[in-house]
């Protein structure tokens, strides 16, 4: 059974920052892939970022491009989601994804790739 569990959602300012968390246990499992995605109310989810884990190459939607940054943790399994200048539209629930494979060959910003998602975490930009 693997589990991905995100934090550090909540409400900030436009303009501040904040940084989430995923950590995906299971005994066995060692991801190839971690991504970000997002929901925003009515809105259908949407690719923010990937990490491939075997060579470190990130892929992000060009809305965030320059204000987030997706990184590895120290912890196996771990994925951080820096985000800075944020903005109103930048609202949503945050998931996080895991893939067992590399997601490069197949297109990091399908959701397709990712064997495992997490519960998600709410982001609320004010205005």
């Known amino acids: 059974q693997v589990q991905l569990v995100e934090s550090g959602g909540g409400l900030v300012q436009a303009g501040g920052s904040l940084r989430v968390s995923c950590a995906a246990s299971?005994?066995?499992?060692?991801?190839?892939?971690m991504a970000w995605f997002r929901q925003a109310p009515g809105k259908e989810r949407e690719f923010v970022a990937a990490?491939?884990?075997?060579?470190?190459?990130?892929n992000y939607v060009d809305s965030v491009k320059g204000r987030f940054t997706i990184s590895r943790g120290n912890a196996k399994n771990t994925v951080y989601l820096q985000m800075n200048n944020l903005k109103p539209e930048d609202t949503a629930v945050y998931y996080c994804?895991?893939?067992?494979?590399?997601?490069?060959?197949?297109?990091?910003?399908?959701?397709?790739?990712?064997?495992?998602w997490g519960q998600g975490t709410q982001v609320t930009i004010s205005s």
């Open positions: 990490l491939q884990l075997s060579d470190g190459r990130t």
């Open positions: 299971g005994r066995t499992f060692s991801a190839y892939a």
């Open positions: 994804a895991a893939g067992s494979r590399a997601c490069s060959p197949y297109g990091c910003y399908r959701p397709a790739v990712y064997d495992y």
